[in-house]
Nanobody
Framework: QVQLVESGGGWVQTGGSLRISCAAS????????VGWFRQAPGQGRKFLAS????????YYSDSVKGRFTISRNDFENTVALTMSDLTPEDTATYYC?????????????????WGQGTQVTVSS
């Protein structure tokens, strides 16, 4: 089972951009669809984006469509989430998740393979 580690979180000014990454160890990420979720304080975990095995299809929640882009590099065993036009409402802990199904989309929340999260804080 792969282990996932997120990185790249931090503070960003309102309207700015940030790229966070999910790196895998203990296995190859190419065998998994990968998704990003976030959780703000006092709220439940919310689906943001997913990319299928092989990268042929992506899926975004309406809240981030057009602002966030998910991509994968199976040679480097990583998946990235590039975020733009950030607002304070994007402040949350961001988690990546891996799922062996080809393209489960939001259903990958059912997967047990999660990273530990990376904090993103947006303020003016």
């Amino acid at each position: 089972q792969v282990q996932l580690v997120e990185s790249g979180g931090g503070w960003v000014q309102t309207g700015g951009s940030l790229r966070i990454s999910c790196a895998a160890s203990g296995g190859t990420l190419r065998n998994y669809a990968v998704g990003w979720f976030r959780q703000a304080p006092g709220q439940g975990r919310k689906f943001l984006a997913s990319i299928s095995r092989g990268g042929g299809s992506t899926y975004y929640s309406d809240s981030v469509k057009g602002r966030f882009t998910i991509s994968r590099n199976d040679f480097e065993n990583t998946v990235a989430l590039t975020m733009s036009d950030l607002t304070p409402e994007d402040t949350a802990t961001y988690y990546c998740v891996a799922d062996p199904r080809p393209a489960p989309g939001p259903l990958m929340e059912e997967s047990p393979m999660w990273g530990q999260g990376t904090q993103v804080t947006v303020s003016s």
